[in-house]
């Protein structure tokens, strides 16, 4: 018997974002410009956001984390999200939704936001 709660083996645990869609470029800068407001770096170096998938009719599905479920600002930042990524010529409709998996990890930082926070 099989356990299928696990996913199988060599899926990835975040699905693949849809970099080839024309909008995608202009909605990973809206998310640049959204900050936790306890840490002085954007959302996306912080790598909060796990998967942009933006279908043939311009709805954009984001999936994000934040760097504990306790932050204060939790029930908000999904709507911070969306507030920038909404004004973006082309897009029809945007989608957040929070996760919890798989959890938020330093190594999700990009070079630059371990360089700003000190740990590079």
Same mark, same amino acid.
């Given at each position: 018997m099989t356990d299928t709660s696990q996913p199988l083996e060599g899926t990835p @645990?975040?699905?693949?974002?849809?970099?080839?869609?024309?909008?995608?470029?202009?909605?990973?800068e809206a998310c640049r410009s959204v900050y936790d407001p306890e840490i002085p770096v954007n959302i996306y170096?912080? &790598?909060?956001?796990?998967?942009i998938d933006i279908n043939p009719e311009n709805e954009v599905h984001i999936k994000m984390s934040?760097?504990?479920? &306790?932050? $204060?600002?939790a029930g908000e930042m999904p709507g911070w999200v969306a507030d920038a990524v909404e004004p973006i010529a082309g897009v029809k409709q945007v989608d957040v939704? @929070?996760?919890?998996? $798989?959890p938020w990890g330093?190594?999700?930082?990009?070079?630059?936001?371990r360089l700003e926070l000190g740990f590079m």
């Open positions: @645990l975040i699905a693949p974002s849809t970099t080839d869609h024309p909008l995608y470029d202009q909605v990973v170096e912080l &790598g909060l956001i796990y998967t934040l760097t504990a479920p &306790g932050c $204060p600002v939704d @929070l996760v919890w998996e $798989p330093m190594d999700m930082m990009s070079d630059e936001a």
